[in-house]
C-alpha cells in the first residue's frame, strides 16, 4: 500500500489486538456538505487497522477498519493528549476512563497544503472494561451540562457549547459542538463520542470559523460560523466505523 505510513501501538479490542496504519490512498470522491466548494482532485484516504485474533504473534484472521479521509487532511504520527485532557476534569467519572482502560491509541489529521477549510480532525480509541461500563461512560456524558467538553480544548476560553443531534451509532452516542478561541479568532469543534461493544470512540473536528480579512474577533467572530462548510463528515466516519465494528463481533 502507497504512502503507508505505521503507527506503533496496540490496541485491545473484541479480545483481539488491533496495529493501526495511516495510508493515504484514492478510494474514490468524499461526500461533499451542502454548500461546500469541492476541492479538485481531492480524494479519500483511509485509516486502515489490521484486527489479529488470538495472541500478539498470532497472525491468524484479519479485520481491516477504513475510515474516509478527504485530500484536506494529512496523517500524522501525533496522538493528541486526551488522556491528560480527561484525567483533568474535575468529573471524577470522565476523569477515570484513561486510567482503567484496558488500551488506547489514536491520531491526528493536520490540514494540507492545498486544504480550502483549514480544518483538523482526530480520532482516539478506549477499550474499556466491558460494555456496560463504555455504555455507561458516554451516557454520563451526554446527561452533563455541553461545557463539560471544554476540556478538550485546553488553551482556549470556551465561548458557547451545545449538544447536537447525535448519528444512531453503537450502544450510545452524543455530539457536542464548541465555539472556542480568544481573542484572536475563534473556532468551532464538533466532538462525536459514542461506544460500541466495549469500546468508546471520539472524534473531534476543528475549523476556525474567522478568516483573514473578517470583521470581528473572539466570541463576537462566532455569529460568522454558518458560513463555514466543513469537509470532514464526522457522522459518515462514525457510521463507517460503526459498521465495521459490528461486522467484526
Aim: net charge negative; with cysteine; charged share 20%.
Amino acid at each position: 500500500m502507497s504512502g503507508l505510513r505505521r503507527l506503533s501501538r496496540r490496541l485491545g479490542l473484541l479480545g483481539a489486538l488491533v496495529a493501526i496504519a495511516l495510508a493515504a490512498d484514492a478510494c474514490g470522491e468524499p461526500e461533499q456538505p451542502d454548500g461546500a466548494v469541492p476541492n479538485e482532485g481531492q480524494q479519500e484516504t483511509e485509516v486502515e487497522s489490521e484486527l489479529q485474533n488470538g495472541s500478539a504473534g498470532d497472525a491468524n484472521g484479519g479485520f481491516t477498519l477504513e475510515v474516509p479521509i478527504g485530500r484536506h487532511l494529512e496523517s500524522t504520527e501525533i496522538e493528541v493528549g486526551l488522556q491528560f485532557w480527561l484525567e483533568a476534569s474535575e468529573d471524577p467519572i470522565v476523569a477515570a476512563l484513561p486510567g482503567r482502560a484496558e488500551a488506547s491509541v489514536g491520531v491526528l489529521y493536520q490540514p494540507s497544503l492545498d486544504s480550502p477549510t483549514g480544518e483538523t480532525f482526530w480520532i482516539h480509541v478506549y477499550t474499556d472494561r466491558s460494555r456496560d461500563d463504555a455504555i455507561d461512560w458516554v451516557r454520563h456524558l451526554a446527561s452533563q451540562p455541553p461545557s463539560l467538553a471544554r476540556i478538550i480544548v485546553p488553551q482556549h476560553e470556551l465561548f458557547d457549547a451545545s449538544f447536537r443531534e447525535a448519528p444512531i451509532v453503537g450502544d450510545a452516542s452524543v455530539l457536542i459542538e464548541l465555539h472556542h478561541g480568544h481573542s484572536g479568532g475563534c473556532w468551532q469543534s464538533a466532538l462525536l463520542v459514542f461506544a460500541q461493544n466495549g469500546v468508546i470512540v471520539f472524534m473531534k473536528r476543528v475549523i476556525e470559523v474567522t478568516r483573514e480579512g473578517a470583521a470581528g474577533s473572539g466570541a463576537a467572530s462566532c455569529d460568522n460560523s454558518e458560513a463555514i462548510f466543513p469537509l470532514t463528515d464526522v457522522n459518515g466516519i462514525a457510521h463507517s466505523i460503526s459498521e465495521q465494528l459490528a461486522a467484526a463481533s
